[in-house]
């Protein structure tokens, strides 16, 4: 008889690998909306929210730093993978505008926000810091060069629009990032140079502002007690 390969190891081991790259997923995920929610919660509410041990997250990340460090260094990567994806973008404020719309879909500067000044950075965290710097200033100064972007505006000022449009939230989801959008668009209008008015180029590809307007009393929901509901 033909001997039979015993393969059962190698299954098991992708196997251990799959449910570890899950809990790993879990975990990021649920560290995100804790400490998102509140900066000094422990880690044990993340391992409560993720649905794994204590042992399973310390395998992973030894501290909370650690942790913290993951999720900003992964928000960072984030920028420098959508800003590198614009880069072949003929229309310089197209490049612009798309590259700030998933930033802020992708909500990275909420991590910023609420996380800076929480763990110390390392050196690979300073290396893409500066790449990510880099490819800003190369996307803004296209904009200037093509008289899209008005020369008052800096390279910091973009951090400054990106920190208001994490600061818009409402408890839902694609609500939030509906009023995100609009605001980042009236943001964009303001700081327009004239060429974009003169070619007819807006961020969206239409001059309405994008998404229903606020309703009154909308933005109110975070100044309700626990339980409360209506309007402010």
């Known amino acids: 008889m033909p001997k039979q390969t015993d393969d059962s190891g190698s299954a098991g081991l992708a196997g251990r690998r799959g449910r570890a790259a899950r809990n790993d997923a879990a975990i990021l995920d649920a560290a995100r909306e804790v400490f998102l929610a509140d900066p000094k919660a422990p880690v044990a509410a993340v391992a409560e929210r993720a649905g794994v041990g204590m042992s399973a997250l310390y395998r992973r990340y030894p501290g909370k730093e650690d942790l913290l460090r993951r999720l900003c260094h992964d928000g960072l990567r984030r920028w420098i993978e959508e800003a590198e994806a614009v880069e072949a973008e003929p229309d310089a404020w197209k490049a612009l505008v798309v590259f700030l719309e998933r930033i802020v879909d992708a909500d990275v500067h909420s991590l910023t926000v609420h996380l800076a000044g929480t763990f110390t950075p390392t050196e690979e965290m300073g290396r893409d810091a500066r790449r990510a710097a880099e490819l800003m200033g190369r996307l803004v100064e296209r904009a200037y060069a093509a008289g899209l972007l ?20 409402v408890p839902d989801a694609e609500r939030t990032r509906e009023l995100r959008r609009r605001f980042l668009a009236m ?42 509901s209506g309007r402010v």
């Open 150 to 169: 008005r020369r008052d505006l800096v390279v910091d000022d973009i951090g400054l629009v990106l920190e208001g449009c994490a600061a818009v939230r």
């Open 187 to 228: 943001v964009l209008a303001g700081v327009a140079g004239a060429g974009v008015a003169g070619a007819g180029v807006t961020g969206t590809g239409a001059d309405a502002l994008p998404g229903p307007a606020p309703e009154p009393g909308e933005l109110n929901w975070r100044w309700r007690r626990p339980g409360q």
